[in-house]
């Protein structure tokens, strides 16, 4: 399950499906082909091992990381509403077929001219584990507005032929 947490408080669930329980439409998927970035077979994955609690997961396949960070985006469809100043963290389940450290987890602007809405707090790139495990992305948001997403950018870390699973 994906949660986000406005510290300090408990964890709320902003998502819809957080466990991919029907479909993967809360979740959409950019690859941009500039430098060669390219991924596969993404998507809700019901096989057994690839999600950490049933019914599904997602699942990323990656041919070519690209160059830079943005070239590969997973990020939520839904709009959220966030607070200049508040401070909120990102948790979630995920793991890889090849360790690699997340480039940024980030609250975007909806759409252009795709702003960032937050400053990284310390820690906020997770180094992900050919293990399923708990991380967490911290940030504080820059912005108050009800346009914002979450972004995972891959890009750039996800290893070339590697696959990223989330649950």
């Avoid at 819809?16 to 029907?22: K, M, T, Y």
């Avoid at 070519?64 to 985006?73: H, K, T």
């Avoid at 508040?86 to 979630?92: I, M």
Wanted: net charge neutral; proline share 5%; hydrophobic share 40%.
């Amino acid at each position: 399950d994906i949660q986000i947490v406005i510290a300090p408080g408990r964890p709320v669930e902003l998502l819809n499906n957080p466990s991919f329980a029907s479909d993967v439409s809360g979740w959409s998927l950019y690859t941009s082909t500039n430098n060669g970035a390219n991924t596969i077979g993404s998507g809700r994955t019901t096989t057994a091992g690839e999600y950490d609690s049933a019914p599904a997961g997602y699942k990323l396949v990656c041919t070519n990381n690209g160059v830079s960070s943005s070239e590969i985006q997973l990020y939520t469809t839904a709009a959220f509403s966030i607070r200049a100043g508040v401070k909120y963290r990102v948790f979630f389940r995920a793991k890889a077929t090849a360790a690699f450290t997340v480039p940024i987890v980030q609250w975007m602007k909806m759409g252009s001219p795709w702003s960032a809405y937050y400053s990284a707090s310390a820690g906020a790139t997770p180094l992900i584990t050919t293990n399923w495990a708990h991380y967490v992305a911290p940030s504080t948001a820059n912005a108050t507005t009800n346009d914002a997403r979450i972004t995972f950018y891959l890009g750039g870390g996800l290893p070339d032929g590697a696959v990223f699973y989330l649950d």
